[in-house]
């Protein structure tokens, strides 16, 4: 909040001081009036010069009169009855930002944790917030804080972790039910950081990292299952068809033999069964011959 000093060092009625000061104190070298005169006309260029006021085009002057409430005034020059109006305050209409946090606040599974968040906020009555509370600002800070800590403590720290949107949601809308009565609005609430106890972070790491490797082997069991019943329908293809089985050996071992200095172990049931023992040198002697 910015306070009345604003009104007393304007370039307006700074200037217009200077000259009034300036023209009365030369007429009065020029013994064209007394002291006696010269006294008010002082007085009276201090009156003129402070009834000028100037606001900023994003503020609103709230105006006293006598102790009433006269009205807002701003943004741009605007003009005021000496000593009987006052000028309370400036209120500044800008989207601003709080800073809050809470913490080692417990949440409802006894967890102490430390929440950092933000709000944007802004005023859209100005004379709401000058009339209906004293200090909005910090208001406002002590509202989101306590407002905060009982979201935390509604919640696990699970559904704290997953869910900082909708804590967001539900902390703003808390915000606007106190602020809304003050001309305050807030238009945003973000959940900066949850910072958790050590050692509880590093058993959730653990935790995760059981739960991957878990999966893992689930997967791997899957795929196993998978290969399992593959094989058991290429062997009931293969059961009855010798033919077929013959020529997948015969691919399988040109398949291992195409690789240069590749060295190959079969069974020699497959050698006899299949006659793979012949093949295997024909397929030495064409390499050989190639050489």
């Avoid at 106190?178 to 001309?183: D, K």
């Avoid at 190959?264 to 030495?284: F, Q, R, T, Y």
Wanted: glycine content about 6%.
């Amino acid at each position: 909040m910015k306070t009345i000093t604003k009104s007393l060092v304007n370039p307006i009625s700074l200037t217009l001081l200077i000259i009034l000061l300036s023209i009365f104190i030369g007429l009065f070298f020029l013994d064209l009036f007394n002291i006696i005169i010269l006294i008010p006309l002082i007085i009276l260029s201090f009156l003129i010069a402070s009834s000028i006021n100037i606001a900023n085009q994003w503020e609103k002057a709230i105006v006293l009169r006598m102790g009433k409430y006269n009205g807002l005034k701003g943004p741009g020059i605007f003009f005021i009855i000496p000593i009987i109006d006052n000028i309370h305050i400036y209120i500044d209409q800008r989207v601003r930002v709080t800073d809050f946090k809470a913490e080692q606040t417990l949440t409802k599974d006894t967890v102490p944790v430390n929440v950092d968040a933000i709000v944007y906020w802004t005023v859209w009555d100005a004379e709401k917030a000058a009339l209906e509370v004293q200090e909005y600002e910090k208001a406002i800070s002590y509202i989101a804080q306590t407002g905060l800590r009982g979201i935390i403590g509604k919640h696990d720290l699970s559904d704290i972790l997953q869910d900082r949107d909708k804590i967001a949601e539900d902390l703003q809308k808390i915000l606007d039910n106190n602020t809304n009565p003050w001309g305050i609005t807030c238009q945003t609430v973000g959940i900066k950081d949850i910072v958790i106890p050590q050692i509880l972070a590093d058993a959730m790491s653990k935790e995760a990292q059981a739960e991957r490797e878990r999966r893992a082997r689930v997967i791997l069991g899957t795929a196993e299952t998978e290969i399992a019943e593959k094989f058991s329908k290429a062997s009931e293809q293969y059961i009855n068809n010798p033919v077929a089985l013959h020529l997948r050996g015969m691919n399988m071992l040109f398949e291992g033999l195409k690789d240069k200095g590749s060295m190959v172990i079969v069974p020699s049931s497959a050698l006899d069964s299949m006659n793979l023992g012949a093949m295997g040198g024909l397929i030495s002697l064409a390499k050989s011959n190639e050489k």
